[in-house]
Protein backbone atom coordinates (compact mmCIF):
# COMPACT_ATOMS: atom_id res chain seq x y z
CA UNK A 1 0.00 0.00 0.00
CA UNK A 2 1.44 3.65 -1.23
CA UNK A 3 1.31 5.98 1.04
CA UNK A 4 0.25 9.08 -1.34
CA UNK A 5 -0.82 12.91 0.04
CA UNK A 6 -0.78 14.33 3.55
CA UNK A 7 -4.74 14.73 3.76
CA UNK A 8 -4.83 16.36 7.45
CA UNK A 9 -2.45 16.60 10.48
CA UNK A 10 -4.19 16.81 13.93
CA UNK A 11 -2.65 17.15 17.32
CA UNK A 12 -1.37 13.63 17.35
CA UNK A 13 -1.50 11.97 14.21
CA UNK A 14 -1.50 12.80 10.58
CA UNK A 15 -3.38 10.93 8.14
CA UNK A 16 -2.41 9.98 4.27
CA UNK A 17 -4.18 9.31 1.17
CA UNK A 18 -3.18 5.38 -0.22
CA UNK A 19 -3.19 4.18 -3.94
CA UNK A 20 -6.40 2.39 -2.73
CA UNK A 21 -8.86 5.49 -2.55
CA UNK A 22 -11.20 3.46 0.54
CA UNK A 23 -8.13 3.32 2.64
CA UNK A 24 -5.59 6.32 4.83
CA UNK A 25 -2.74 4.89 6.31
CA UNK A 26 -2.82 6.81 10.25
CA UNK A 27 1.11 7.66 11.35
CA UNK A 28 0.96 8.21 15.47
CA UNK A 29 3.20 10.77 16.12
CA UNK A 30 5.10 11.27 19.31
CA UNK A 31 3.05 14.83 19.57
CA UNK A 32 1.23 15.04 23.31
CA UNK A 33 -1.13 17.78 23.57
CA UNK A 34 -3.70 18.65 26.10
CA UNK A 35 -5.56 21.57 27.04
CA UNK A 36 -7.22 22.69 23.60
CA UNK A 37 -3.13 22.08 22.10
CA UNK A 38 -2.31 24.78 24.90
CA UNK A 39 0.29 22.26 26.56
CA UNK A 40 2.54 20.28 23.44
CA UNK A 41 5.11 18.05 24.18
CA UNK A 42 6.91 15.37 22.31
CA UNK A 43 7.21 11.99 24.34
CA UNK A 44 9.67 9.78 23.19
CA UNK A 45 8.09 6.64 21.77
CA UNK A 46 4.47 7.38 22.05
CA UNK A 47 3.53 7.22 18.52
CA UNK A 48 4.73 3.44 18.82
CA UNK A 49 2.70 2.49 21.89
CA UNK A 50 -0.54 4.10 20.99
CA UNK A 51 -0.40 2.73 17.41
CA UNK A 52 0.22 -0.37 18.38
CA UNK A 53 -2.27 -0.52 21.61
CA UNK A 54 -4.98 1.12 19.24
CA UNK A 55 -4.34 -1.86 16.82
CA UNK A 56 -4.63 -4.49 19.80
CA UNK A 57 -7.55 -2.85 21.29
CA UNK A 58 -9.54 -2.76 18.23
CA UNK A 59 -8.37 -6.40 17.19
CA UNK A 60 -10.23 -7.27 20.60
CA UNK A 61 -13.12 -5.32 19.66
CA UNK A 62 -14.05 -6.30 16.02
CA UNK A 63 -13.72 -10.15 17.66
CA UNK A 64 -16.52 -8.72 20.23
CA UNK A 65 -18.57 -7.96 16.98
CA UNK A 66 -18.08 -4.09 16.86
CA UNK A 67 -17.10 -2.63 13.29
CA UNK A 68 -13.43 -1.17 12.81
CA UNK A 69 -11.72 0.85 10.88
CA UNK A 70 -8.62 -1.72 11.24
CA UNK A 71 -7.15 -2.98 8.37
CA UNK A 72 -3.48 -3.86 8.87
CA UNK A 73 -0.57 -2.83 11.20
CA UNK A 74 2.04 -1.38 8.72
CA UNK A 75 5.00 -0.78 10.92
CA UNK A 76 5.85 0.77 14.46
CA UNK A 77 3.73 4.34 14.22
CA UNK A 78 1.24 3.29 10.98
CA UNK A 79 -1.61 1.51 9.86
CA UNK A 80 -3.60 1.02 7.58
CA UNK A 81 -7.99 1.82 8.25
CA UNK A 82 -11.01 2.63 6.30
CA UNK A 83 -11.42 6.00 5.48
CA UNK A 84 -14.19 6.83 7.47
CA UNK A 85 -16.66 10.22 6.94
CA UNK A 86 -16.28 10.94 10.54
CA UNK A 87 -19.27 11.89 12.31
CA UNK A 88 -18.14 14.98 13.96
CA UNK A 89 -18.74 14.38 17.81
CA UNK A 90 -16.97 12.26 20.50
CA UNK A 91 -18.86 9.47 22.18
CA UNK A 92 -17.60 9.99 25.96
CA UNK A 93 -18.50 7.09 28.72
CA UNK A 94 -17.85 7.33 32.31
CA UNK A 95 -17.72 4.39 34.79
CA UNK A 96 -16.40 7.10 37.22
CA UNK A 97 -16.48 10.95 37.57
CA UNK A 98 -13.32 12.58 36.64
CA UNK A 99 -12.17 15.65 34.32
CA UNK A 100 -14.76 17.80 32.87
CA UNK A 101 -17.58 15.95 34.86
CA UNK A 102 -16.28 17.29 37.71
CA UNK A 103 -16.38 20.90 37.18
CA UNK A 104 -19.08 20.93 35.11
CA UNK A 105 -21.26 19.32 37.65
CA UNK A 106 -19.04 19.91 40.63
CA UNK A 107 -18.70 16.33 41.77
CA UNK A 108 -15.59 14.77 43.65
CA UNK A 109 -13.30 12.69 41.23
CA UNK A 110 -13.80 9.25 41.83
CA UNK A 111 -17.90 8.61 42.31
CA UNK A 112 -19.07 5.43 40.75
CA UNK A 113 -21.30 6.34 37.87
CA UNK A 114 -23.92 3.35 37.95
CA UNK A 115 -25.47 3.53 34.89
CA UNK A 116 -22.48 4.48 32.97
CA UNK A 117 -22.97 8.22 31.82
CA UNK A 118 -22.78 8.88 28.10
CA UNK A 119 -21.79 12.36 26.78
CA UNK A 120 -22.19 13.47 23.50
CA UNK A 121 -19.32 16.62 22.60
CA UNK A 122 -19.10 18.55 19.37
CA UNK A 123 -15.28 18.04 18.01
CA UNK A 124 -14.42 21.85 17.39
CA UNK A 125 -11.58 23.09 19.19
CA UNK A 126 -12.33 26.68 18.26
CA UNK A 127 -15.65 26.22 20.52
CA UNK A 128 -13.82 23.75 23.25
CA UNK A 129 -15.86 21.10 22.14
CA UNK A 130 -19.00 21.90 23.66
CA UNK A 131 -21.04 19.60 24.84
CA UNK A 132 -24.34 18.58 22.81
CA UNK A 133 -27.56 16.05 22.72
CA UNK A 134 -28.98 13.98 20.30
CA UNK A 135 -31.26 16.72 19.38
CA UNK A 136 -28.21 18.88 18.20
CA UNK A 137 -26.98 16.37 16.69
CA UNK A 138 -30.14 15.06 14.20
CA UNK A 139 -31.45 18.68 14.13
CA UNK A 140 -27.81 19.88 12.69
CA UNK A 141 -27.76 17.14 10.67
CA UNK A 142 -24.30 15.83 12.31
CA UNK A 143 -25.60 11.82 11.96
CA UNK A 144 -29.20 10.53 11.70
CA UNK A 145 -31.37 9.53 14.89
CA UNK A 146 -30.55 5.84 13.98
CA UNK A 147 -26.77 6.20 13.73
CA UNK A 148 -27.04 8.12 17.00
CA UNK A 149 -28.52 4.75 18.75
CA UNK A 150 -25.93 2.77 17.09
CA UNK A 151 -23.16 5.26 17.80
CA UNK A 152 -24.49 4.92 21.88
CA UNK A 153 -24.93 0.78 21.34
CA UNK A 154 -21.84 0.30 20.66
CA UNK A 155 -20.13 2.60 23.11
CA UNK A 156 -21.60 0.72 26.00
CA UNK A 157 -20.61 -2.82 24.23
CA UNK A 158 -17.34 -1.54 24.37
CA UNK A 159 -17.73 -0.39 27.66
CA UNK A 160 -18.90 -4.67 28.76
CA UNK A 161 -15.48 -5.68 26.79
CA UNK A 162 -12.85 -3.14 27.87
CA UNK A 163 -14.28 -2.93 31.77
CA UNK A 164 -13.51 -6.41 31.75
CA UNK A 165 -10.06 -6.37 29.88
CA UNK A 166 -8.87 -3.47 32.54
CA UNK A 167 -10.48 -4.95 35.16
CA UNK A 168 -9.20 -8.40 34.56
CA UNK A 169 -5.22 -6.83 34.55
CA UNK A 170 -5.96 -4.99 37.79
CA UNK A 171 -7.37 -1.68 36.57
CA UNK A 172 -10.77 0.63 36.16
CA UNK A 173 -12.03 1.64 32.81
CA UNK A 174 -12.63 5.16 34.27
CA UNK A 175 -13.35 6.88 31.08
CA UNK A 176 -12.81 7.07 27.08
CA UNK A 177 -13.65 9.02 24.44
CA UNK A 178 -14.56 7.41 20.96
CA UNK A 179 -15.34 8.59 17.65
CA UNK A 180 -17.19 6.83 14.71
CA UNK A 181 -17.55 7.32 11.34
CA UNK A 182 -19.26 6.32 8.36
CA UNK A 183 -17.99 3.40 5.51
CA UNK A 184 -20.68 2.13 3.21
CA UNK A 185 -23.18 3.58 4.70
CA UNK A 186 -22.76 2.20 8.37
CA UNK A 187 -21.23 3.31 11.82
CA UNK A 188 -17.78 2.20 12.34
CA UNK A 189 -15.31 3.19 14.82
CA UNK A 190 -12.60 4.98 13.83
CA UNK A 191 -9.78 7.41 15.42
CA UNK A 192 -7.74 6.01 18.62
CA UNK A 193 -8.05 3.68 21.49
CA UNK A 194 -5.21 4.41 23.46
CA UNK A 195 -4.42 5.86 27.09
CA UNK A 196 -3.81 9.28 25.56
CA UNK A 197 -7.92 9.14 25.04
CA UNK A 198 -9.18 7.05 28.15
CA UNK A 199 -8.81 7.23 32.29
CA UNK A 200 -7.24 4.08 33.74
CA UNK A 201 -6.33 3.90 37.22
CA UNK A 202 -4.70 1.24 39.33
CA UNK A 203 -7.42 -0.89 41.11
CA UNK A 204 -5.61 -1.13 44.68
CA UNK A 205 -3.53 2.04 44.61
CA UNK A 206 -5.43 4.14 41.99
CA UNK A 207 -2.27 5.12 40.71
CA UNK A 208 -3.05 6.96 37.44
CA UNK A 209 -1.84 5.25 34.10
CA UNK A 210 -3.05 7.38 31.43
CA UNK A 211 -2.72 11.04 29.95
CA UNK A 212 -3.96 12.44 33.15
CA UNK A 213 -0.51 12.21 34.08
CA UNK A 214 0.85 14.24 31.19
CA UNK A 215 -1.78 16.83 32.17
CA UNK A 216 -1.16 16.98 36.20
CA UNK A 217 2.94 16.82 35.20
CA UNK A 218 2.99 13.36 37.52
CA UNK A 219 5.76 12.65 35.26
CA UNK A 220 6.31 8.90 33.98
CA UNK A 221 3.48 9.59 31.02
CA UNK A 222 5.19 6.86 28.35
CA UNK A 223 6.18 4.29 31.53
CA UNK A 224 2.59 3.91 32.59
CA UNK A 225 1.22 3.29 29.13
CA UNK A 226 3.81 0.70 28.57
CA UNK A 227 2.69 -0.61 32.09
CA UNK A 228 -0.87 -0.61 30.97
CA UNK A 229 -0.10 -2.44 27.68
CA UNK A 230 1.99 -4.79 29.33
CA UNK A 231 -0.49 -6.11 31.90
CA UNK A 232 -3.28 -6.62 29.43
CA UNK A 233 -0.62 -8.63 27.19
CA UNK A 234 -0.25 -5.87 24.39
CA UNK A 235 2.78 -6.43 22.40
CA UNK A 236 4.76 -3.47 22.40
P1 LIG B 1 -7.36 15.99 16.20
O1 LIG B 1 -8.12 16.25 14.93
O2 LIG B 1 -8.31 15.86 17.37
O3 LIG B 1 -6.24 16.95 16.45
P2 LIG B 1 -5.68 13.63 15.59
O4 LIG B 1 -4.33 14.25 15.67
O5 LIG B 1 -5.91 12.41 16.35
O6 LIG B 1 -6.85 14.54 16.11
O7 LIG B 1 -6.00 13.44 14.05
C1 LIG B 1 -6.62 12.37 13.54
C2 LIG B 1 -7.79 12.85 12.68
O8 LIG B 1 -8.16 11.80 11.77
C3 LIG B 1 -9.03 13.17 13.50
O9 LIG B 1 -9.61 14.37 13.02
C4 LIG B 1 -9.97 11.99 13.26
O10 LIG B 1 -11.33 12.36 13.32
C5 LIG B 1 -9.56 11.54 11.86
N1 LIG B 1 -9.74 10.09 11.63
C6 LIG B 1 -9.47 9.10 12.50
N2 LIG B 1 -9.71 7.89 11.97
C7 LIG B 1 -10.15 8.11 10.71
C8 LIG B 1 -10.59 7.25 9.64
N3 LIG B 1 -10.59 5.92 9.78
N4 LIG B 1 -11.01 7.83 8.49
C9 LIG B 1 -11.00 9.18 8.35
N5 LIG B 1 -10.58 10.04 9.31
C10 LIG B 1 -10.18 9.52 10.49
N1 LIG C 1 -11.04 12.92 25.75
C1 LIG C 1 -10.29 12.85 24.61
N2 LIG C 1 -10.28 13.88 23.72
C2 LIG C 1 -11.01 15.01 23.94
C3 LIG C 1 -11.78 15.10 25.11
C4 LIG C 1 -11.77 14.04 26.00
O1 LIG C 1 -9.62 11.83 24.37
O2 LIG C 1 -10.98 15.92 23.09
C5 LIG C 1 -11.06 11.80 26.70
C6 LIG C 1 -10.28 12.10 27.97
O3 LIG C 1 -8.95 11.64 27.86
C7 LIG C 1 -11.05 11.32 29.01
C8 LIG C 1 -12.49 11.31 28.49
O4 LIG C 1 -12.40 11.59 27.10
O5 LIG C 1 -10.60 9.99 29.07
C9 LIG C 1 -13.38 12.33 29.16
O6 LIG C 1 -12.75 13.59 29.08
P1 LIG C 1 -13.34 14.85 29.88
O7 LIG C 1 -14.67 15.24 29.28
O8 LIG C 1 -13.36 14.55 31.33
O9 LIG C 1 -12.39 16.04 29.55
P2 LIG C 1 -10.88 16.41 30.00
O10 LIG C 1 -10.76 16.20 31.44
O11 LIG C 1 -10.03 15.50 29.18
O12 LIG C 1 -10.78 17.82 29.56
Known amino acids: MEKKAELYRGKAKTVYTTDDPKRLIIHFRNDTSAFDGLKIEQLEDKGKVNNKFNYFIMQ ?112 ILVDYKLEFGLYEGKIVLGDEFSPDGCRLWDKETRKKLDKDRFRQDLGGVIEAYKEVASRIGCPI
Open 60 to 171: KLEAAGIPTQMEELLNDNEVLVKKLDMVPVECVVRNVSAGSICKRLGVEEGRDLNPPTFEFFLKNDALHDPMVNDSHIASFGWATEDQVKTMKEYSMKINEVLKKLFGDAGM
